[in-house]
């Protein structure tokens, strides 16, 4: 029993550094653009980095923060993606850390075990039920793709003008 704990627990480790490494990529990206261009969108079919960075705060905060944490979260799904601004940068970037912050806070107070608990919620196509871990794996990796998006849109506006995120160096160097 002691093995499937411990494996509960790295996982869950796991999902709170790859959400703040997806975090960090984004930040990475929204520093370099204005408000102007996190508004930019290709074309009317296609969300900005502003109406993205809505939306991830938005399923963050009620998947992770709310659904598995029992925080209070309060959504607007459709607003999130409609929304055309203006919303500035500073304002943006809170509406996500407080999201992150509080995924991980409700991840940091789960125990391993946990993660084959069932919770009951709301998707598009209505009620549904899964368990922690579901609900975990899905939202990152809804969250990774996100976080893509963002940074090929990035480096689509800047051109040569791109800064790349450098990767942290080991230490003692």
Not at 51 to 63: K, T, V, Y
Request: glycine share 8%.
């Amino acid at each position: 029993m002691a093995n499937s704990q411990q494996l509960g627990t790295e996982f869950l480790r796991e999902a709170r550094r790859e959400m703040a490494d997806c975090h960090r990529k984004i930040e990475h990206c929204v520093e370099q653009l204005t408000d102007q261009q996190l508004w930019w969108r290709p074309n009317e079919a296609t969300n900005s980095i502003a109406n993205l960075l809505l939306h991830l705060a938005g399923n963050i905060g009620q998947r992770i923060g709310s659904v598995i944490g029992g925080q209070p979260f309060d959504r607007d799904r459709d607003r999130e993606f409609a929304e055309r601004g203006p919303i500035a940068k500073a304002e943006l970037r809170e509406r996500l850390a407080r999201s992150i912050e509080l995924a991980d806070h409700s991840l940091s107070a789960l125990a391993g075990e946990q993660l084959l608990e069932v919770r009951h919620y709301q998707m598009l196509r209505g009620d549904v039920e899964a368990t922690v871990l579901r609900i975990v794996v899905q939202t990152l990796v809804h969250l990774g793709g996100h976080t893509q998006e963002i940074i090929a849109m990035t480096r689509r506006q800047l051109g040569d003008a791109y800064r790349f995120m450098q990767p942290p160096r080991p230490a003692g160097r």
